[in-house]
């Protein structure tokens, strides 16, 4: 009997994590302790998490989309989504989550020169170093594109001096991809580069910001007279709004993609609400239901606009309305467990473990890579054409 | 399954039936027939029958076109636009689907009867004020070879109208649908005054007779034969319903650009954009459930009953939130029977109730979903 291609992919694959996901791996655990970050100066949790995440590594299954010679495993969408449903199936961890990852990669991927490529993804597709984001700025929230962190022309370098603010994990991150104005007198979206910065430089500074949550995954970031070399450059100069804007839409999907419950966490509601049942009545039921409801629907959107771009049908700004409607919706489904959990809920890491925290992290969710609001406005002008 | 994305066929059937809906179906035609007392248009029937629409969901070899239920939610999508009003969601998707499921001679011919147009249907299930198919109580006791019936069915759509019902009843093990003509003896039908002018009956049934004969599928297994026909039209009523939110969107969004208050046009108000954008998002993710219904009706039917009612929940959630936001927007000239946005109000309403409302399908959601 002959297989048809991606069937033999699949038998392969299973093999082969069936061979190599070490058994403490296969918890599905995505909580914010069991996440494999990577980085110079990651401490590894167990010695599973080191053999999972090598093992992988070696395969290019820690970004099994990307090239193989930037460190990938070169998977067709439809692959992709055969790793995903045989991942799934042993409860298998993902072997390491990051921004260079989630963020960096598909700017560099689409806007980087092959030399930048071989040089910054590869050691990303290792966890061996670790990225974060600099974007906002005290003064440029909403308004992004007004940052006034600035990189002068130093001849063969920049000379940055500002300060970025809710850049995460900044202080554990080894590199930072950052905004910089290199025009002043350029309209505010014409005169922003695409900067990559090492944390080490002399001049770089972090501060981890308390959140409400009770977690640090923030930072303020300080820049004084950085040196950056002009090859750090991504794209072109003064036109890093394009790459900004590009990556954006990558940073909305994925945000969205959070809320639609593909994470995990849509298949609890349920169960949590069964095991209160009793206690909480018809109004939470009737609530959860509503949310299933809505969960349902916007998974199958995010499902929808897969297929439509890869019809080559474009999916236009839609990942604004995505953002939106998945974090409103997944804010609404952490009051539910709230809820649902009552008096258990209201303890740091009590009976329900972090469930407190978890709900309060979601309050960034239609804030953080655009509010809400501004996704609404992209919407009505864009789409929809109302004046501006 | 086939991708969530309209193919090339299902996009040219869309355009050409908005071609057609356009001049036949426009809203004025409907508050044309309000105005003359009556909905039913039984030339213009038959040149959807012409069209092949009528005979959408039956076999070619009864006469039918058989282009399936995404198809069918594609016409039913463009008619809700403009609230096109025909015997399509009860006869050429609803009757088409239960007589699919029985293979004798007399549904084949009942089959061609719908395609050609020659025979409209509609369906008798509601006998209290909500939807609920499982507890109907109408008697059909058996009386010798046969069946008496007895009892009162409402909300029956196109029941003044159509040449033969659907009766569903309580039979000695269980309920049984009965396909019967409207003219049999101790058939009685009141007209409804429907707020949305569509053809509705009250009918009552005294000693109306039925043979074994008039009997769609087995005697007190009527679930068999109406389940598929129920999803069929609730996820062909979704679809109309997202047409009619789409309708009345784009109507909303037009008028954001005309009027002017303050001195300049109201759509640059960010309060009334993001009202607007906030609906048009609500209304792109009930179209992906629209979609995955037809998909899965077509594919994978025996599993169909949490996408179909996901469908029609949602639907129903957005209609009812698009013609409120439509009339709000539109202030004072929406309330007036001199403007469309009435009639989509109306029609929503009714559609909402119609085959379950948004507790019954996300009540079928959380079940199916383990609450």
């Known amino acids: 009997m002959t297989l048809n291609p991606i069937d033999e992919f699949r038998a392969e694959l299973r093999a082969w994590l069936n061979e190599n996901c070490p058994e403490e791996m296969r918890d599905g655990l995505m909580s914010e302790e069991g996440i494999c970050w990577g980085g110079k100066d990651w401490v590894f949790t167990s010695e599973a998490q080191k053999i999972w995440l090598g093992r992988c590594a070696s395969k290019g299954y820690t970004v099994p989309t990307w090239p193989v010679e930037y460190g990938g495993a070169g998977l067709s969408r439809e692959q992709e989504k055969v790793f995903g449903e045989e991942m799934a199936l042993i409860n298998a961890r993902s072997p390491l989550e990051s921004f260079g990852i989630w963020m960096l990669g598909p700017a560099l991927l689409h806007f980087g020169s092959h030399e930048q490529k071989l040089q910054y993804l590869p050691p990303v597709a290792r966890g061996e170093v670790r990225w974060c984001q600099g974007y906002s700025e005290p003064g440029a929230g909403s308004d992004l594109a007004n940052v006034q962190t600035h990189g002068a022309d130093q001849g063969d370098h920049w000379l940055v001096n500002g300060q970025k603010i809710w850049t995460s994990y900044a202080d554990k991150a080894d590199w930072i991809f950052a905004l910089v104005r290199t025009d002043r007198d350029a309209p505010k979206h014409k005169g922003i580069s695409f900067l990559l910065m090492s944390m080490d430089d002399a001049g770089v500074e972090t501060r981890p910001i308390k959140m409400i949550s009770g977690i640090s995954p923030f930072c303020e970031t300080f820049f004084t007279d950085v040196k950056v070399p002009k090859e750090q450059i991504v794209g ?79 999916a236009g700004d839609a990942s604004a309305m995505l953002k939106y409607m998945g974090t409103e919706l997944n804010k609404q489904r952490h009051e539910l467990m709230m809820t649902a959990g009552g008096s258990n809920a209201l303890e740091w890491d009590g009976p329900l473990g972090n469930r407190a925290g978890d709900w309060l992290r979601t309050k960034a969710n239609s804030i953080e890579g655009g509010t809400s609001e501004v996704m609404l406005s992209i919407v009505s002008r864009r789409v929809l054409g109302l004046p501006g | 399954m086939t991708k969530l994305v309209m193919t090339e066929e299902e996009t040219m059937l869309a355009d050409i039936a908005r071609g057609y809906l356009d001049g036949a179906m426009p809203v004025s035609k409907l508050r044309e027939m309000r105005d003359a007392g009556s909905t039913q248009d039984a030339a213009t029937w038959k040149e959807m029958a012409d069209m092949g629409w009528a005979g959408v969901l039956v076999p070619e070899s009864a006469g039918g076109s058989d282009m399936g239920f995404a198809a069918a939610n594609v016409i039913a999508h463009e008619m809700g636009k403009t609230l096109a009003v025909s015997p399509f969601l009860s006869s050429a998707v609803i009757a088409a689907t239960a007589l699919r499921q029985v293979s004798d001679a007399r549904a084949q011919s009942a089959l061609a009867k719908i395609a050609s147009g020659e025979a409209t249907y509609a369906l008798a299930v509601d006998e209290g004020i909500k939807f609920n198919p499982e507890s109907a109580q109408m008697d059909a006791r058996g009386d010798g070879n046969g069946f008496r019936l007895n009892g009162k069915k409402q909300f029956v759509v196109d029941g003044a109208m159509a040449d033969r019902l659907l009766v569903l009843a309580r039979t000695s093990d269980g309920l049984t649908l009965f396909d019967i003509p409207v003219d049999r003896a101790g058939i009685d039908r009141e007209k409804s005054n429907m707020i949305d002018a569509r053809d509705v009956a009250r009918i009552t049934f005294e000693d109306v007779e039925a043979t074994g004969e008039d009997v ?156």
Request: glycine share 12%.
């Open chain 1, 236 to 314: 072109t100069e003064n036109r890093g709004w394009d790459v900004a804007k590009y990556l954006l839409t990558h940073e909305r999907e994925m945000i969205s993609g959070g809320g639609a419950g593909l994470s995990g966490g849509g298949r609890a509601l349920g169960a949590v609400i069964n095991d209160t049942m009793d206690e909480m009545g018809a109004t939470l039921r009737a609530d959860a239901m509503r949310c299933e409801v809505d969960t349902l629907a916007i998974g199958l959107t995010l499902e929808r606009y897969k297929d439509q771009s890869e019809a080559g049908q474009g």
């Open chain 2, 216 to 371: 769609l599928g087995a005697v007190d297994s009527a679930m068999d034969v109406l389940r598929p026909a129920l999803q069929a039209g609730q996820a062909a009523l979704a679809a109309e319903m997202a047409g009619l939110s789409a309708g009345a969107f784009a109507m909303t969004v037009e008028y954001l650009k005309e009027r002017k208050q303050f001195g300049v046009e109201i759509g640059k108000f960010q309060a009334l954009q993001h009202r607007a954008a906030h609906l048009w998002c609500e209304i792109e993710v009930t179209s992906s459930a629209i979609l995955n219904a037809g998909r899965m009706l077509d594919e994978d039917p025996e599993n169909a009953e949490l996408a179909v009612s996901l469908a029609k929940a949602r639907a129903t959630e957005t209609a009812i939130l698009a013609v409120q936001e439509g009339l709000q927007m539109h202030g004072g000239i929406g309330m007036t029977d001199a403007f469309d946005m009435g009639f989509y109000m109306k029609r929503a309403r009714v559609s909402a109730e119609w085959l379950g409302d948004y507790s019954y399908h996300a009540e079928k959601v959380a079940n199916t979903r383990g609450f």
